[in-house]
């Protein structure tokens, strides 16, 4: 069975060469309009979708950068904080320090002025004292000896006497 040309011709149908050349120019119009334009549309759909990522991304990225810059900024004021906080508790520490001092140096100085006090106070008691003997003294004697010594040889006797008596014998306890 051989074919020729002339016997294909004649039993291809008409109509099926019609539909194909009808499709044929189908697939080159929807090409022409629909597949070219759909293609551009999604093209640029995804360089869009693709330029939305990239800068999700890069939003993204300074999002972390910022997130890092204000945790070292925190750790940073955290730091700062508990530095004057410690640099306020150790001035804290050396006023009340200083004010101890003071109290203490205070307290030294009323008592130092009050043994001065005490000290000078016992002394004029001391010298009353001796005062008040040497005119008990020369009273007596007045009684014993006033017809034959004057005021001023009792006087001198009583001083030469005052002299001759030290503190202990008086028996004045400080």
Known sequence: MTFEW???????????????????????????????????????????????????????????????????????????????????????DGIVGDAKEEARQAAQRIAADARLEMENERDRMIADLKEAYADIAVMGATRVLSREIRPEDHRRLLDQLLEGIEDSELKVSP
């Not at 016997?7 to 022409?32: P, S």
């Not at 900024?73 to 410690?86: D, F, M, N, T």
């Open 6 to 92: 002339g016997t294909i011709v004649k039993t291809i149908n008409w109509t099926l060469v019609f539909n194909l050349i009808n499709f044929a120019i189908l697939l080159y119009v929807l090409q022409r309009l629909l597949l070219k334009p759909a293609k551009e549309y999604l093209d640029k759909r995804r360089e869009l979708i693709a330029g939305r990522m990239e800068a999700a991304q890069a939003d993204e990225e300074r999002a972390a950068v910022l997130v890092d810059e204000r945790q070292a900024e925190l750790a940073k004021a955290r730091e700062q904080a508990s530095r004057i906080v410690e640099g306020a508790r150790r001035e804290a």
